[in-house]
Protein backbone atom coordinates (compact mmCIF):
# COMPACT_ATOMS: atom_id res chain seq x y z
CA UNK A 1 0.00 0.00 0.00
CA UNK A 2 1.13 3.27 -0.90
CA UNK A 3 0.68 6.43 1.86
CA UNK A 4 1.33 10.41 1.53
CA UNK A 5 2.11 12.57 3.93
CA UNK A 6 1.42 15.94 3.34
CA UNK A 7 3.70 18.15 4.99
CA UNK A 8 4.17 21.62 2.58
CA UNK A 9 2.86 24.01 4.97
CA UNK A 10 4.05 27.02 6.04
CA UNK A 11 3.08 26.49 9.77
CA UNK A 12 1.43 29.96 9.80
CA UNK A 13 -0.13 29.67 13.35
CA UNK A 14 3.17 28.53 14.89
CA UNK A 15 4.89 31.25 14.24
CA UNK A 16 7.77 32.12 14.71
CA UNK A 17 8.99 29.19 15.47
CA UNK A 18 8.57 27.42 11.86
CA UNK A 19 9.67 30.94 10.38
CA UNK A 20 13.33 28.80 10.38
CA UNK A 21 11.88 25.22 11.30
CA UNK A 22 9.42 23.36 9.40
CA UNK A 23 6.45 22.58 11.21
CA UNK A 24 7.66 18.44 10.45
CA UNK A 25 10.65 18.95 12.61
CA UNK A 26 9.18 20.74 15.35
CA UNK A 27 10.62 18.52 18.22
CA UNK A 28 7.84 16.62 20.07
CA UNK A 29 9.26 14.55 23.51
CA UNK A 30 12.74 14.35 21.90
CA UNK A 31 11.22 13.68 18.35
CA UNK A 32 10.29 15.30 15.28
CA UNK A 33 6.67 15.44 14.88
CA UNK A 34 7.22 13.59 11.44
CA UNK A 35 8.89 10.71 12.85
CA UNK A 36 5.87 10.35 14.96
CA UNK A 37 4.11 10.52 12.06
CA UNK A 38 6.41 7.87 10.02
CA UNK A 39 6.40 5.39 13.03
CA UNK A 40 2.77 5.11 13.02
CA UNK A 41 2.04 4.37 9.71
CA UNK A 42 0.67 0.91 9.32
CA UNK A 43 3.26 -1.87 8.38
CA UNK A 44 0.85 -2.39 5.16
CA UNK A 45 2.91 0.74 3.58
CA UNK A 46 5.24 -0.71 0.70
CA UNK A 47 5.77 3.31 -0.73
CA UNK A 48 5.65 6.38 1.04
CA UNK A 49 5.41 10.15 -0.63
CA UNK A 50 6.09 13.20 1.53
CA UNK A 51 4.87 16.06 -0.11
CA UNK A 52 6.90 19.38 0.96
CA UNK A 53 7.71 22.74 0.36
CA UNK A 54 7.78 25.22 2.99
CA UNK A 55 11.80 24.84 4.09
CA UNK A 56 11.80 21.44 2.16
CA UNK A 57 15.47 21.12 2.11
CA UNK A 58 15.92 20.42 5.87
CA UNK A 59 13.28 17.43 5.56
CA UNK A 60 14.81 15.77 3.30
CA UNK A 61 18.10 16.60 4.61
CA UNK A 62 16.75 15.02 8.20
CA UNK A 63 14.81 11.93 6.47
CA UNK A 64 16.82 10.60 3.33
CA UNK A 65 15.28 8.31 0.70
CA UNK A 66 14.20 5.29 2.83
CA UNK A 67 12.62 4.89 6.23
CA UNK A 68 11.77 1.46 8.25
CA UNK A 69 12.40 0.32 5.01
CA UNK A 70 10.17 1.85 3.07
CA UNK A 71 11.16 4.01 0.03
CA UNK A 72 10.10 7.69 0.83
CA UNK A 73 9.73 9.80 -2.54
CA UNK A 74 9.60 13.89 -2.33
CA UNK A 75 7.16 15.65 -4.14
CA UNK A 76 7.22 19.66 -4.13
CA UNK A 77 4.26 21.56 -3.86
CA UNK A 78 4.57 25.04 -5.23
CA UNK A 79 2.17 26.70 -4.81
CA UNK A 80 1.01 25.81 -1.96
CA UNK A 81 -2.69 25.63 -2.74
CA UNK A 82 -4.14 23.31 -0.16
CA UNK A 83 -4.22 19.89 0.79
CA UNK A 84 -6.60 18.69 -2.54
CA UNK A 85 -3.84 20.58 -4.70
CA UNK A 86 -1.24 18.17 -3.01
CA UNK A 87 -3.18 15.13 -3.51
CA UNK A 88 -3.23 15.67 -7.10
CA UNK A 89 0.08 16.36 -7.87
CA UNK A 90 0.06 12.52 -7.59
CA UNK A 91 -2.87 11.60 -9.29
CA UNK A 92 -0.33 9.31 -11.96
CA UNK A 93 1.61 7.94 -9.26
CA UNK A 94 -1.11 6.22 -6.90
CA UNK A 95 -2.57 3.40 -7.56
CA UNK A 96 -5.19 1.07 -5.65
CA UNK A 97 -6.16 1.96 -2.37
CA UNK A 98 -3.75 4.39 -0.93
CA UNK A 99 -3.30 5.98 2.87
CA UNK A 100 -3.26 10.42 3.12
CA UNK A 101 -2.30 11.74 6.25
CA UNK A 102 -1.77 15.35 7.40
CA UNK A 103 1.79 16.00 8.48
CA UNK A 104 1.47 18.42 11.58
CA UNK A 105 -1.28 15.37 13.49
CA UNK A 106 -0.11 13.14 15.95
CA UNK A 107 -1.91 9.83 14.66
CA UNK A 108 -2.21 5.98 16.92
CA UNK A 109 -1.10 3.60 14.47
CA UNK A 110 -4.46 1.60 15.77
CA UNK A 111 -6.72 4.07 14.35
CA UNK A 112 -4.85 4.26 11.16
CA UNK A 113 -5.26 0.19 11.02
CA UNK A 114 -9.04 0.74 11.41
CA UNK A 115 -8.91 2.89 8.37
CA UNK A 116 -7.38 0.74 6.20
CA UNK A 117 -9.46 -1.94 6.68
CA UNK A 118 -12.21 -0.23 4.43
CA UNK A 119 -11.99 0.89 0.65
CA UNK A 120 -12.84 4.02 1.17
CA UNK A 121 -12.59 5.73 4.80
CA UNK A 122 -11.75 9.12 6.53
CA UNK A 123 -10.67 9.74 10.33
CA UNK A 124 -12.62 12.08 12.99
CA UNK A 125 -12.28 12.86 16.01
CA UNK A 126 -15.57 14.36 18.32
CA UNK A 127 -15.55 17.74 19.80
CA UNK A 128 -16.97 19.90 21.66
CA UNK A 129 -14.91 22.86 20.36
CA UNK A 130 -15.79 25.45 17.38
CA UNK A 131 -14.51 23.67 14.09
CA UNK A 132 -14.48 25.18 10.54
CA UNK A 133 -16.71 22.35 9.21
CA UNK A 134 -17.96 19.32 10.80
CA UNK A 135 -18.16 15.68 9.25
CA UNK A 136 -21.82 14.26 8.73
CA UNK A 137 -22.49 10.98 8.91
CA UNK A 138 -25.16 8.75 8.45
CA UNK A 139 -27.16 5.55 10.59
CA UNK A 140 -24.45 3.51 8.78
CA UNK A 141 -21.38 5.66 9.46
CA UNK A 142 -21.29 6.78 5.83
CA UNK A 143 -19.79 10.03 4.97
CA UNK A 144 -22.54 12.24 3.67
CA UNK A 145 -21.10 15.86 3.96
CA UNK A 146 -19.41 19.12 5.89
CA UNK A 147 -21.73 21.53 8.08
CA UNK A 148 -20.40 24.63 8.48
CA UNK A 149 -20.92 26.75 11.70
CA UNK A 150 -22.42 24.03 13.17
CA UNK A 151 -24.34 24.99 16.72
CA UNK A 152 -22.12 25.39 19.82
CA UNK A 153 -23.77 23.23 22.25
CA UNK A 154 -23.62 19.89 19.54
CA UNK A 155 -20.96 17.62 19.24
CA UNK A 156 -18.89 17.97 16.30
CA UNK A 157 -16.79 15.80 14.24
CA UNK A 158 -13.62 17.44 13.34
CA UNK A 159 -11.81 15.68 10.54
CA UNK A 160 -8.01 14.31 11.47
CA UNK A 161 -6.60 14.72 7.95
CA UNK A 162 -6.50 10.54 7.66
CA UNK A 163 -8.08 9.54 4.46
CA UNK A 164 -8.43 5.91 2.72
CA UNK A 165 -9.07 6.65 -0.90
CA UNK A 166 -7.79 5.36 -4.71
CA UNK A 167 -8.10 6.54 -8.11
CA UNK A 168 -11.40 7.48 -7.88
CA UNK A 169 -10.78 10.87 -5.73
CA UNK A 170 -9.22 12.25 -9.23
CA UNK A 171 -12.39 11.62 -11.27
CA UNK A 172 -13.89 14.82 -9.23
CA UNK A 173 -13.14 18.28 -9.44
CA UNK A 174 -11.52 19.86 -6.75
CA UNK A 175 -13.53 22.19 -4.46
CA UNK A 176 -11.63 25.73 -3.64
CA UNK A 177 -12.56 27.19 -0.24
CA UNK A 178 -10.82 30.76 1.05
CA UNK A 179 -8.41 30.10 3.64
CA UNK A 180 -7.01 33.37 5.19
CA UNK A 181 -8.03 35.03 2.36
CA UNK A 182 -6.47 32.65 -0.41
CA UNK A 183 -8.23 30.35 -2.80
CA UNK A 184 -6.91 26.84 -1.62
CA UNK A 185 -8.47 23.25 -3.03
CA UNK A 186 -10.06 21.16 -0.25
CA UNK A 187 -9.17 17.23 0.27
CA UNK A 188 -12.33 17.01 2.83
CA UNK A 189 -14.43 19.51 0.68
CA UNK A 190 -13.73 17.26 -2.66
CA UNK A 191 -14.80 14.44 -0.72
CA UNK A 192 -17.83 15.53 -0.16
CA UNK A 193 -18.60 15.40 -3.92
CA UNK A 194 -17.10 11.66 -4.14
CA UNK A 195 -19.39 10.62 -1.33
CA UNK A 196 -23.12 11.20 -3.42
CA UNK A 197 -21.24 8.04 -5.57
CA UNK A 198 -18.90 6.27 -3.43
CA UNK A 199 -19.58 4.66 -0.38
CA UNK A 200 -16.61 6.09 2.30
CA UNK A 201 -17.01 5.32 5.88
CA UNK A 202 -16.06 7.07 9.11
CA UNK A 203 -14.05 5.95 12.12
CA UNK A 204 -13.49 7.66 15.43
CA UNK A 205 -10.21 8.25 16.47
CA UNK A 206 -9.42 6.85 19.78
CA UNK A 207 -5.85 8.64 20.27
CA UNK A 208 -5.39 11.37 17.85
CA UNK A 209 -4.01 15.28 18.49
CA UNK A 210 -3.66 17.91 16.34
CA UNK A 211 0.17 20.12 16.63
CA UNK A 212 -1.09 23.48 14.39
CA UNK A 213 -1.29 26.09 17.27
CA UNK A 214 1.06 26.60 20.15
CA UNK A 215 -1.52 25.89 22.29
CA UNK A 216 -1.57 21.96 20.96
CA UNK A 217 1.51 21.95 20.88
CA UNK A 218 2.03 22.47 24.59
CA UNK A 219 -0.80 19.97 25.03
CA UNK A 220 1.28 16.98 23.31
CA UNK A 221 4.97 18.05 24.84
CA UNK A 222 3.03 17.13 28.05
Same mark, same amino acid.
Given at each position: ??????A??????L????D?????????N???L???I???????????F????H?K??I????????????????I??????????????????????????????Y??ED?????? @???????????D????SA????Q??FV??????P? @?????????A?????R?????L?P????????Y?LP?????????C?????????????G????L?????
Amino acid at each position: MQTVILAAGKGLRLRPLTDTTPKALIDINGKPLLQHILDAIPEETTEIFLVVGHLKEQIIARFGSIWNHKTITYIIQDPLNGTGGALHLLSDRLHDKFLVVNGDDLYAREDLERIIA @HPLALLVSPTKDPVAASALRDDQSRFVGLESNAPA @HETKLRVCGAYVLDERFFRYPLVPIEVHGQTEYSLPHTLVEMSRDCDIRVEEARDWQPVGTPQELEAVRR
